[in-house]
Structure formats: C-alpha cells, structure tokens
C-alpha cells in the first residue's frame, strides 16, 4: 500500500487550567469541559494518537514506523530513534494560567524518568487583550534567591512576564522556567516527552480532585537556567507563499507559511517526515492523484516517502515542521 497525508484522531485532556476556546475556536468535537490540551499527534506510551481516515485508519503512530519504517520517519529518524516517535504536536487552552514549570533535558530525563527531554516551542493563535505568559527571568538569578522568593510566595516578582499575540513564537529549551498564561490559544511543537516539574502553581484547588497539584520543586532546582536572556520572542520574516524560518533547533524545525496561492513543495533532499499544523484559514494538500482539505486546528503528517506535493488556499497559515 501507498503511503498518503495522514489525519489523526485528538486526545482531549481535561486541565484544572482548561477553557472552551479548542471546541469553540478550533471546532473540535468533544463534550467535556475544561479541555485545556488536545495532542494532535502523539507516540507517548498510553497516549498513542491514531489515523482517522484512510486505509491505515485506526493504526497508532508506532504500528506505522513498526511497518514502513524508514519510508514513513526518513532514513536518519529511523536509526536514531527506531520504533519511537520523536515529536509530539498539541494545541493549548488556557483560560487560567498553568504552573510556572520547567523541563529537564535529555539526559536528566533519561536519568530519572527513562524519557526524552522536554524542549518545546510555542506559536500564538489567539490571545484575550491582556494576555500573557511567562518565560525566563527578568533578571539575573541564583538557586537561592529563586528558593527564598518561591518559600515566600514572591516568585512572580523575578518572572519575565511577556504579553502576546496572534503569532508570536517562542522557543522553550530544557531549563528554562515558563508559563502560559490566562487567555492564551496557542500550538505547541515539542519532544516526545510528558515530564514537567512544577515549582509555583498559586496555591489553587483542583475542582475534581479536590487538592492541590502535586510541586516539584527539589528535583527542578537543578535544572533551571537561572540565566538572564535579553529577548525571548522569536524574530522571523512572512514572506508570502514560502517556508520562513521560525525555530530550528537540533529537536525540530518549523517554519512559518502564508498561502494565497499554489505552491509546490519538493522534500526529496529532506529524509525527513513533514507536519502541516494549520493555524489559520484552510489549505489543500494534493499528491498521487488526491486532495486532502486541512482546516484550522487540524494537523496532518506527510510521510517521509513523499516527496512532492501541491499546496493551495486563497488563505492560509501554517507551520511547517520537521526533523
């Protein structure tokens, strides 16, 4: 069988955080409340997405590299990771803020929890008036004044908080403490990974569970960057109907594409899988004599055996992401 763009069915995930704006906004189909995440494309162990249309319909992530290997993730993928798959996409919701957190890197993460590392990227679909997150610090910091400020409930004063808006991007390496803050729709691009350390999470109740979330704070101390970083958002060019560098990093790269017209796109040199995440309007994707529509809020993978492809929409942005 041929392999063709491959659609996904979401994992919705309830967050004490969580708001309405996927369904109402993104038009995913689901019936609970306080959805904060769905993950639109995921390898992670008891989270496997799975193919919604076609004739691997209902196959997982790890049943299709299992068969088709490196045709599927690109030759380099493959040796490097094997049967795993080494991204994971998701769309987030904040209607309140989440913890102020961080992620460790590969090798801490392979140390103590037998997984990946956790870099990550955010681009913002859509934003309230005020809204903002929180990334890095606002100045120089030590272990012991980010100890002495969280036992005194004044960690928000060291925080760079930073407001947002439809299409800003940031980039969030292992290490360095962040949050998304209320109001905030964004997709995020990261390693196959579900480690989060949470230092700070304003002493809230979760509604279900009624307790507080679990913190962990002594094994985070030791990875946080307590560096200062004179500029967090990332800088890139729009120019329309081409592929703007966004982020590259040695975990993924994403570009920026806004379609107003048709352009074709030749990955014969990438040995490399392709992710469309569409952030805006609506595009079609044409390759063996068939065409596939992709709507804001949908993802769709292209496997690394397909090499050419047609894209075309009087509008359309989306992030193009590969390995």
């Known amino acids: 069988m041929n392999l063709y763009p491959l659609k996904f069915q979401p994992i919705s995930k309830y967050r004490i955080w969580g708001g309405e704006k996927i369904k109402t906004i993104l038009n995913k189909d ?4 306080n959805i904060g995440e769905t993950w639109e494309i995921s390898g992670v ?3 496997e997405t799975v193919v919604s249309e076609g004739p691997l319909k209902g196959q997982t992530l790890k049943n299709i590299i299992e068969t088709y290997k490196e045709h599927f993730v690109g030759n380099n993928t493959y040796k490097h990771f094997g049967n795993e798959f080494p991204l994971l996409i998701k769309f987030i919701d904040a209607k309140l803020p989440l913890s102020i957190q961080v992620h460790p890197n590969d090798v801490l993460a392979k140390q103590r929890h ?15 008036e005020s809204a903002e997150i929180i990334v890095g610090f606002n100045k120089e910091c030590s272990k012991k004044e980010f100890q002495h400020k969280l036992e005194n409930a004044e960690v928000l004063d060291i925080m760079n908080a930073v407001k947002v808006s439809e299409g800003d ?8 403490i962040h949050a998304i803050g209320s109001g905030v729709l964004l997709a995020e691009i990261q390693q196959t990974s579900d480690v989060t350390y949470r230092v700070y999470d304003y002493n ?3 509604a279900k569970t009624g307790e507080k979330r679990e913190l962990h704070v002594d094994l985070a101390l030791d990875v946080i960057d307590y560096g200062f970083h004179k500029e967090y958002k990332t800088s ?3 120019i329309k109907n081409e592929s703007n560098k966004l982020v590259h990093s040695p975990y993924f790269n994403t570009n920026f594409i806004e379609i107003t017209t048709e352009i074709t796109k030749d990955y014969t040199l990438l040995d490399s899988f392709v992710i469309y995440i569409c952030v805006d309007g609506h595009f079609e994707i044409s390759c063996n004599n068939t065409t596939y529509t992709v709507s804001k809020g949908e993802t769709i ?3 690394a055996a397909i090499q050419k492809v047609i894209l075309s929409a009087e509008f359309a942005k989306l992030l193009e992401v590969y390995i």
């Open 30 to 33: 689901f019936n609970e409340n």
């Open 45 to 47: 162990n008891g989270d």
């Open 114 to 128: 037998n997984s990946f590392g956790k870099n990550e990227m955010w681009y913002i679909m859509e934003a309230d």
């Open 169 to 176: 991007t940031f980039y969030i390496p292992a290490g360095r």
């Open 204 to 206: 809230r109740v979760d």
């Open 236 to 238: 890139y060019k729009q």
């Open 301 to 303: 993978l292209l496997p």
